[in-house]
């Protein structure tokens, strides 16, 4: 099974910008779409962004606009790129599977957005 392992968050100021790397121990053309997914303190996880292999993206309404998904076959990394962050996009973020697979959670990425 693939193991997924989550990179590039930090604490940044509203209205800045990151991007998230999801790097994965195989290839990633194996996998059908990919998927971003965040966890503010106290709420439930979510999905942000998801992606096709054939590059069809879908966002969630409260990132569309702002953030882009895209995966690099050759690297195994799907990449989530946020910008005009807001102190609301604070959260852990995982990549998975869409729908996501259990067993393929990993430890996710801290995003910190002050205002």
């Known amino acids: 099974q693939v193991q997924l392992g989550e990179s590039g968050g930090g604490l940044v100021q509203a209205g800045g910008s990151l991007r998230l790397s999801c790097i994965a121990s195989k290839s990633i053309t194996t996998i059908n779409n990919m998927g971003w997914y965040r966890q503010a303190p106290g709420k439930q996880r979510e999905l942000v962004a998801s992606?096709?292999?054939?590059?069809?993206?879908h966002y969630s309404d409260s990132v569309k606009g702002r953030f882009t998904i895209a995966r690099d076959n050759a690297q195994n990394t799907v990449y989530l790129q946020m910008n005009s962050l807001k102190p609301e996009d604070t959260a852990v973020y995982y990549c998975n599977t869409y729908p996501y697979r259990t067993v393929y959670w990993g430890q996710g990425t801290q995003v910190t957005v002050s205002s």
């Open positions: 992606l096709t292999p054939t590059d069809h993206s």
